[in-house]
């Protein structure tokens, strides 16, 4: 976990939360010594212990649907933290910092914590409608609305704004991105839709284990064509033409032999600079691509 993570050395301690929140007591079980331990196969005690951390944590009270991918919060923070040491080594102030957020999601995760932790700016994009409704819904609500932005992107045909590509001249800081990560053959293999197309994982065998704990998503969360790869690769196509007008491209990546067949296209660009970087989570570990056109942006 990154050495900021506020959860690196405060771990959530389930005894005391299950004090606080009666919401969360029910989920949780005796371990052996005692102690109160949270059942992770419950996709439900997952996502109230989401709740529970943004409200205690950051004073951010979020409308998570039952049937949407709950976003980890420790994991959301490494990426958030990851990119803040990329600010941090290039003397960027935070009052300064214009972000993108490709895939924002329902929770509009990123842009929340990174308004409040951080006083970032966020323009954030969603291509379902509901999620991008109810994005809409949680910025308001938590008075973000002068921080945050939220466009839902109508045909998905591009994966930048327009507004990024058009006629005003902002430069924004950074953008990030946590893509749908499988094609929608893997995902079919790995998850199982009940008859309201919610999606549950079933399987965690092959190349790319499912999630360890227990995973609820709507497809368009999970899959997209050609997967994480495909997803990535847009936006390093689109990148060509907006250059440094974003400052610095990141995305996350699921899976090693993903990052590989993106830094094969990457190192054949020669205007472009890349790293790469580690997210560990636990026993999860993603991946972080960053790429720039800008000469004067230095990497870690
Ligand atoms: N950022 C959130 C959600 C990640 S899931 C989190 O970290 O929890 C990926 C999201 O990307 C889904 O909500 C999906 O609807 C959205 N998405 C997929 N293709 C997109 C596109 N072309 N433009 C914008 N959003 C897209």
């Known amino acids: ?43 439900e005690a997952v996502r109230i ?59 509009c995760i990123y842009p929340l914590l990174g308004a409040k932790k951080f006083g970032w700016k966020f323009l954030a994009t969603e291509i379902d409608e509901d999620s991008a409704s109810i994005a809409m819904s949680n910025v308001k609500s938590n008075n973000l609305s002068e921080k945050i932005t ?9 994966i930048f704004p327009e507004a990024v590509g058009a006629g005003d001249e902002e430069v924004y800081t950074f953008s990030m991105c946590n893509p749908p990560f499988y094609d929608f ?13 919610v999606y549950e994982n079933v399987v965690t065998e092959g190349e790319r284990p499912g999630p360890r704990s227990a995973t609820v998503a709507k497809l368009n969360e ?11 690769l ?8 907006l250059r440094a007008r974003i400052r610095v491209y990141t995305s996350m990546v699921g899976i090693k032999t993903s990052m590989y067949k993106i830094e094969r296209v990457l190192k054949e660009i020669a205007e472009i600079r890349y790293m790469v970087s580690t997210l560990n989570q636990g026993r999860t570990q993603r991946f972080v691509i960053a790429w720039t056109y800008d000469n004067a942006v230095k990497f870690l």
Do not use: W
Not at 20 to 28: A, M, N, Q, S
Not at 185 to 197: F, G, Q
């Open 49 to 107: 212990l989401t709740l529970v951390l943004l409200k205690k944590d950051f004073g951010l009270v979020v409308e998570l649907p039952r049937n949407n991918l709950v976003p980890r919060i420790p994991q959301r923070l490494n990426y958030l933290l990851f990119i803040e040491d990329l600010l941090m080594h290039n003397a960027v102030n935070n009052e300064d910092v214009f972000g993108i957020d490709i895939g924002t999601g329902a929770s």
């Open 150 to 158: 939220v466009i839902r992107s109508s045909d998905g045909k591009m």
């Open 222 to 232: 999970l899959a997209t064509e050609g997967g994480e790869v495909a997803f990535v």
């Open 185 to 197: 053959e893997e995902s079919d293999k790995k998850y199982a839709a009940d008859e309201n197309d």
């Open 234 to 241: 847009r936006m390093v196509e689109e990148s060509k033409k």
């Open 1 to 43: 976990m990154h050495e900021r993570n506020p959860y690196k050395k405060n771990p959530p301690n389930f005894t005391l939360l299950a004090r606080d929140y009666p919401e969360l007591r029910k989920h949780c079980f005796v371990t052996p010594r005692g102690t109160l331990n949270l059942n992770f196969n419950d996709a």
